[in-house]
C-alpha cells in the first residue's frame, strides 16, 4: 500500500463526494424553490391592474383575468431561497465538523464509548491493548487511544479521528468476548488500514455533508410539532386561519424536501463506505499474513443472530464507521454502508464453502492463556533471562549506543510509509517483547509515562544520570525523581532500537495530561534534554515527535499553507544539510544524493555549514514542512532517505533522525531497520 497515493485517493474521493453533495444541495434549492412559489402563489396579494400592466409589457396584448398563469420565475424569491437553504446547510455542515473536529477520542466518546484503562486487569481487554500495539509499532504510527462499547453485545468495531495523531479504536464488548486473538487481530488491521488510508477524515466529512442537508428536514419537522403541541400563529385581516395554514404547509414542505436530500445523501454515503471496505478488508489480510482472522470474524458476525448490530442509535450516524453494518439498512439495501458478509468472506477466500459460523450452545471465552493474550512473535531475550537482567543491573549501567548500521535502500523506506507489512508486524512483536515488563506497565499510566519519558533521556555516566535525576526532582517534584530512580535499572537493559518504540506506547497515557500538567511535563523534558548544554540527535528525535503527535491530538486539524517547492527551499535546504553532516560519507557528496530527488530545487541549493542548519535551525525548518502538501513532504522524505542512504547503510542515529522527520510530517514510519 503507497501511503503517499492512498492519502492523494482519499483527497480524490472527497472531492467527488463534495461535488456530489452539492449537487445534492443544488437539487433541494430547486425542490425548496418549488415549493416556496407553490405557497407564494397562493398567499401572494396580487392587483388585477398589477397583472394586466405586466402582461401587457411582457406580450403587448392584454390576457383575461381567467388566463393569466402562474408566474414561476421570481429573483427575488430564488435568491432569498438559495440564501436560506445555503445558510442552513452550511451552517449544521459546520457544526458538525467542530463537533468532531476535536479528534478520534471526541467521537469515541459522543457515542458511549469508554477508554480502556491502561492498567486494566481484564484479560480481554489486556488483549485488545496488546494486538493494538503491535499493529501501531509495525507500521509507525502513534499507539491510538483505545474505546470500549460496554454495553454492546454485537461485534463491531471502528477507528476514528482526523490524523494518525488523534486516532481512537472502538471495538463493542461482544467483539472482545467473541472473537479468537486472530480474529480480534483482523479486525484491528482493517481499521488500521481505514487510519492509514485517510478514510477516517473522509468519514467525518461525510457525517457532516448528510447532516446538513438532514437539517432541513428537521426544521419542518420541528414546525409540524410545535403545531401539533398547540402552537399558534397571529394573523389578522380577512384571512383568518391562513397563517397556521401558511406554516402548515411551509412545514410540511421542509421536511419533505429535507428528507428528501437526506435520502440522497444517504445513498452517496453508502456507495463511498461500501467501495472502501473491500481494500480494507484485503489490507487487513497483507498486514496479517492470516486470512483465516478477518474472515473468521465475517463468519461469526453472519452466524450470530445479533451479527453486528449496534443498540444504542447514537451511533447510527457513525454507521459508515464500522467494521460491519451496524444498523439495519432500508431502502432494499441502497443504504447499506457495507457489501454483503458473502461477498466480503469470498473476496478473500474465493474456495470458502458458504457456512457461516455456528456458535455453540454454551460459549467458553476464557479458555486461552494469557501467554495468547499478551505478545507474540519472536523475543530478542526469552522473559526469564530478560528478568535476570534487569535484577542483575544493580550497577545502573547505561544501556550502550552502539552505531549498529543496516542495509537501507530509499525507495524501499519510502514504500513502507503507512505499510504494514508481515516483516514489520513480526520485527514489532520481536521488539515489543524484548522491552521488560516494568516499562511496558510504566507506559500505560499517566504518571509513571511521564517519567518513562525523562528516563529515555538520561545519559552519561551514572553521576551525570544522578544529577539529571535530580534535575526531575527540582522541576516534577521528589515523587517524580523516585519514580524515576526506579526505573533506572529497567532501561538500563532497554536495547536502543526499541526506545522510539516505546515512546509510541506511552502516547496513550500521555494524551490524556491537561493543559497545565502537560505544560509542566514540556518545561521538564525541555530542561533534561538541554541540561548537558547540547542536544544530540537522539534528544533531538524524541522531543520533535513527542511534541508533534501531542499537538495533533490536541488540534488535529490543520491546514495545507504552502503547495510550492520555492516556498519552502530554505527548510528544505537545512533538513537535508543536517542529515548530510551525520553521514560518514562526504557531507556534498550525502547532500548532492538528496537533492537530485528534488529536480526542480537541485541547481539552486548547496550544502549548508553546519551552523546553518543546526538542530535548533531544522526544528524551525520541520514546522514549516509539516503544514506542505502531501506531493511536498513525500519528496523530501525521498530526498532525507537518499541522504541517508549515500553511504549504502543507517545508523540507529539517522534511523530515529529520520522517523521524527517522517512523523513531524505526519508520515507514519516503522521502525527504519526492516527496510532491508
Known sequence: MDFFEAQARARRRTQRLVWLFILAVIGTIGASYVAVMLIYG???????????????????????????????????????????????????????????????????????????????????????????????????????????????????????????SDAAVVVTRGS??????????????????????????????????????????????????????????RVGGDRKGGGIVLVLAAGVALMIIGYIGYFFGRLIQAAVSRQREFLADASSVQFTRNPAGITGALRKIGGYAIGGDIADHRSAQLSHFFFAQAFRSGFTGLWATHPRLEERIRAIDPAWDGKLYEPA??????????ATAGFGGGQRYPADETARRVLAAEADVPPSRPVVPVAFKPAHIVADVGAITEAHFRHALTLLNSVPTRLREAARDTSSAQLLVYGLLLSGTREERDRQ???????????????????????????????????????PALRTLRDDKLDRFFTTLDELVHADGRVTPFEFAMQKMLLRQLNLARQPSQAIQFDSFDAVRQDIAVTLSALAHLSPKDSAAAFGDGIAQIPVLARELALL????????QLDAALDRLAVCSLVIKQRVLVAAAHVIASDGQVSVEEGELFRALAATLDCPMPSVGMAA
Do not use: C
Open 469 to 507: 535525576q535530580a534535575l526531575v526532582t527540582q522541576l516534577a517534584g521528589a515523587e517524580a525523581g523516585a519514580g524515576l530512580g526506579e526505573l533506572r535499572s529497567s532501561l538500563s537493559v532497554l536495547d536502543p532500537v526499541a526506545r522510539l518504540p516505546l515512546l509510541q506506547l506511552a502516547l
Open 176 to 233: 472482545l468476548d467473541r472473537l479468537t486473538r486472530d480474529e480480534l487481530q483482523g479486525v484491528i488491521g482493517h481499521e488500521f488500514s481505514h487510519i492509514l488510508n485517510g478514510d477516517m477524515r473522509l468519514n467525518v466529512r461525510i457525517m457532516a455533508l448528510v447532516f446538513g442537508i438532514l437539517v432541513i428536514g428537521l426544521i419542518g419537522r420541528g414546525i409540524l410539532y410545535s403545531l401539533g403541541r398547540g402552537g399558534r400563529v
Open 609 to 616: 555549514a553546519p551552523e546553518a542548519s543546526g538542530l535548533e
Open 42 to 164: 397562493q398567499v401572494q396579494p396580487r392587483s388585477r391592474q398589477w397583472q394586466r400592466d405586466y402582461w401587457d409589457y411582457q406580450h403587448t396584448a392584454r390576457w383575461p383575468e381567467s388566463q393569466a398563469p402562474t408566474l414561476w420565475w421570481d429573483p427575488r424569491v430564488f435568491t432569498g431561497v438559495v440564501a436560506g437553504t445555503l445558510a442552513v446547510v452550511g451552517i449544521a455542515s459546520l457544526y458538525k465538523w467542530n463537533q468532531m473536529r476535536q479528534g478520534g477520542a471526541a467521537i469515541a466518546e459522543l457515542v458511549g464509548a469508554t477508554p480502556v484503562d491502561a492498567t486494566t486487569k481484564d484479560f480481554k481487554e489486556r488483549q485488545l491493548l496488546n494486538v493494538v500495539e503491535e499493529m501501531a509499532i509495525a507500521s509507525g504510527i502513534p499507539v491510538p487511544a483505545v474505546y470500549l462499547l460496554k454495553d454492546e453485545p454485537g461485534l463491531n468495531a471502528f477507528a476514528a479521528g482526523l490524523t494518525t
Open 361 to 370: 450452545e454454551v460459549v467458553d471465552v476464557a479458555h486461552e492463556s494469557f
